[in-house]
């Protein structure tokens, strides 16, 4: 009982997530091609949280929703390290309460969203949302990728990293986890999608529009993603959710 | 084993009602009802199997498996089933002095452990993907490969566990099968079994066949498997010592305090390193020894990524060279080998005396770049 409430005092001090960002309307050129047809894409505006979700308020999540506790999610969600990393199902490690939530499942991560009125963002939503962020930030091709490749050399200790809950525009979208996406299995799978030679080793030039740094950054998040399950679980695999427009 | 094995006349019987050509070898034996033999080498292995298991044991496993530069003796006659295990994970290493990074290895070393089997034997092979653990590699563990205690007794590379969770694969040149079953990416978590035959005699690279490879693999995810031959070479009584050597390239920038993998460099072909056994000075630090009048025998493997080598012996000449280790390949009297990526020799060469034997990637960009190592011999040994 005491824990529980001192991770509720935590609460008050971490607040909620801020308000979701409204993602304007507009056209977007991945640079994977999913549909070699598809070169473009047009996207409808939809709202966006502004930063990953947060320990403090998964905590909230679970105690208001006890099958996604760890002691009670049902064991085809999750592959067995659900939310390993508390101390117990009713407490979040010590000075993560601002850090990305990590080692949740895709369910469970749209478990979260649902119970938020909300739901995981599309791929194209969350891509299309980066090279929004990524001309809002100014940040070069160069910078990007380096950021990317960075995060990849050491991502615990990226995704260790506080987050702050105030923002007012998109924020960490690259230097802190990985993050789920409603239709993560594009490609590279082995579902009734599946590209057969993209599986195999160096096989990526043709899904490419450019052969750049940005491009390849890009293409290893998409692969990155693409390998996981929907039940897998790591220490750098978070997520954000997204809300249509009313 | 031998509850394993089927007469292969049964298999042939089979092949033959199919109305195939029915050539096999009464001594090859199968085990799984899928495998058929062509001039004497099995293919048709059963599917991979993707699993999640509780596994806390030894990362590498195999009684048969090393770290560079040492091989493993074949003591046992014919060909053998072996169980081996090589566990995927970070690991951050040291490749340079005062430079390290957080690789991502099979078995904890940049490059991973060597396996050695005979032609015709069968690997059955379990690989967990343990990025999302702490992995120590650094001290000794019942039941690990020989590879543990050669780590133990070699700190150069300086390991400390790392975790950097991340989907990965494993592709053995030295299996012939279907890449998109047996070579698939595994998630964090995860476990892949598969098996694969030796079907040829060689020095075959294995390497993370996961997007991007160029990157997997430059993150240091390669090893060298030796297939010695069913026959064995014309000259293994003359041999006096055996090595083996993988050259690899590194692209590594700094960043903060760190270093870390340089993508530009990478798909420019311009490294930061070109190593010996994954570490500037590796061969240098422990040089390889010998005597003078020896015949040394050296499986070199260059794992790239991206570039060539070609291997040199200051001071000696190849007496005989084995294109990619297989015997019916066969060279004399080289003084350098030219090898692209993920290609291989079995080179031999007379110690001539007393001395020390420079090893170098005549390519002088890349042996300044680390790709050089040395052989130390002592006084001449009557034999």
Redesign the interface.
């Known amino acids: 009982m005491t824990k529980w409430l001192s991770a509720m005092s935590l609460l008050v001090i971490a607040g909620a997530n801020a308000d979701p960002v409204i993602i304007p309307a507009g056209e977007y050129k991945p640079a994977v091609l999913l549909d070699e047809s598809v070169d473009s894409v047009v996207m409808p505006a939809f709202k966006l949280d502004p930063t990953p979700v947060i320990y403090a308020d998964y905590l909230v999540f679970t105690q208001a929703n006890k099958n996604w506790r760890r002691d009670n999610i049902a064991a085809v969600f999750h592959d067995g390290n659900y939310l390993s990393d508390w101390p117990s199902a009713d407490t979040i490690p010590a000075k993560r309460a601002d850090s990305a939530i990590t080692q949740v499942s895709w369910f469970a991560a749209r478990a979260y969203c649902s119970a938020q009125g909300g739901r995981l963002p599309t791929l194209d939503e969350w891509e299309y949302a980066s090279n929004y962020y990524l001309q809002q930030q100014g940040l070069s091709d160069k910078a990007y990728a380096q950021l990317l490749f960075g995060r990849h050399s050491n991502p615990t200790a990226y995704a260790k990293q506080s987050i702050g809950h105030d923002a007012e525009q998109l924020m960490h979208m690259h230097d802190r986890v990985n993050e789920w996406v409603e239709d993560f299995q594009l490609l590279l799978t082995n579902g009734d999608d599946t590209d057969l030679l993209a599986g195999s080793c160096g096989d990526s030039a043709r899904f490419l529009t450019d052969y750049g740094d940005a491009s390849y950054a890009t293409f290893f998040r998409y692969q990155t993603r693409s390998n996981y399950r929907a039940q897998s679980t790591t220490s750098t695999l978070g997520f954000r959710c997204a809300y249509d427009m009313e | 084993m031998k509850n394993f094995v089927k007469n292969a006349v049964a298999s042939a019987l089979l092949v033959s009602i199919a109305g195939l050509p029915a050539i096999v070898d009464a001594n090859v034996p199968l085990k799984h009802d899928s495998e058929y033999v062509i001039d004497g080498k099995i293919y048709g292995m059963p599917k991979a199997r993707i699993y999640?298991e509780?596994y806390n044991g030894p990362a590498v496993v195999g009684d048969y498996v090393t770290m560079v530069p040492y091989l493993a003796e074949l003591d046992y006659e014919g060909n053998k089933e072996h169980e081996v295990r090589m566990d995927v994970f970070s690991q951050k290493v040291e490749v340079a002095p005062g430079v390290s990074?957080?690789a991502w290895t099979f078995g904890g070393s940049v490059p991973g452990p060597v396996l050695h089997v005979r032609e015709g034997d069968r690997v059955v092979f379990k690989m967990k993907n343990r990025?999302?653990e702490e992995v120590v590699i650094t001290k000794p563990f019942k039941g690990a490969a020989p590879y543990y205690s050669q780590v133990a007794q070699n700190q150069l590379q300086k390991h400390e566990p790392?975790?950097?969770?991340?989907?990965h694969s494993m592709?053995f040149h030295s299996g012939t099968v279907a890449?998109?079953d047996k070579?698939?990416?595994?998630?964090?978590?995860?476990t892949i079994e598969f098996e694969w035959i030796a079907n040829y005699a060689g020095t075959y690279m294995y390497?993370c066949?996961?997007?991007?490879?160029?990157?997997h693999t430059a993150m240091g995810q390669y090893g060298a498997v030796v297939v010695s031959p069913k026959e064995g070479y014309p000259t293994d009584e003359d041999v006096d010592q055996e090595f083996v050597i993988v050259q690899s390239e590194l692209y590594l920038a700094e960043?903060d305090d760190?270093f870390?993998?340089?993508?530009?460099a990478a798909?420019a072909r311009d490294p930061s390193h070109v190593v010996f056994n994954g570490h500037v000075s590796a061969l240098s630090e422990n040089p390889l020894k010998s005597n003078a009048g020896d015949r040394v025998r050296i499986h070199f493997l260059n794992a790239g990524p991206s570039g060539t080598s070609s291997f040199h012996v200051i001071g000696a000449i190849f007496d005989r060279v084995w294109a990619e280790g297989d015997p019916r390949n066969t060279w004399y009297g080289m003084q350098t080998v030219l090898l692209g990526a993920s290609s291989s020799a079995t080179v031999e060469f007379i110690v001539p005396e007393e001395g020390v034997y420079k090893l170098v990637d005549h390519e002088f960009a890349d042996a300044e770049r680390g790709a050089a190592g040395a052989l130390y011999a002592g006084p001449r040994k009557i034999k």
């Open positions: 999640r509780d990074y957080n990025s999302t790392v975790i950097a969770p991340m989907p592709d890449a998109n070579w698939a990416t595994i998630a964090p978590g995860e390497h066949g996961t997007s991007s490879v160029l990157m960043m760190s870390i993998y340089d993508h530009t798909l």
